[in-house]
């Protein structure tokens, strides 16, 4: 099992920046990859980013060039530095660990943190 416990939502207004952080606990070390997800009302969850344990990383084309993903492997924590925030980002984040096993995977998620872009 693992816990994930996330922080640094909040309200800002447009242009400004917010950092979320995704603190890990239990099995922390069969983490394959670790993710930012996102929701908004009325839409699916999205894919912002993910980092694998090898360091390779994806971002959704809506966040590139302003949103950045790192973790620190000694704090077993991720984070997502936001800038150049924009009404539309507006959603509950979600942190995300996948395991991966030879034929299955197991995803485990935070409760998610609020984040409201102001126009």
């Known amino acids: 099992q693992v816990q994930l416990v996330e922080s640094g939502g909040g309200l800002v207004q447009a242009g400004g920046s917010l950092r979320l952080s995704c603190s890990a606990s239990?099995?922390?070390?069969?983490?394959?990859?670790s993710g930012w997800y996102r929701q908004a009302p009325g839409k699916q969850r999205e894919l912002v980013a993910d980092?694998?344990?090898?360091?390779?990383?994806n971002y959704a084309d809506s966040v590139k060039g302003r949103f950045t993903i790192s973790r620190d492997n000694t704090k077993n924590t991720v984070y997502l530095q936001m800038n150049s925030l924009k009404p539309e980002d507006t959603a509950v984040y979600y942190c995300?660990?996948?395991?991966?096993?030879?034929?299955?995977?197991?995803?485990?998620w935070g409760q998610g943190t609020q984040v409201t872009v102001s126009s």
């Open positions: 995300n660990a996948r395991i991966l096993f030879s034929r299955d995977r197991s995803d485990y």
């Open positions: 980092i694998s344990r090898g360091g390779s990383i």
């Open positions: 239990g099995i922390t070390l069969r983490i394959n990859t």
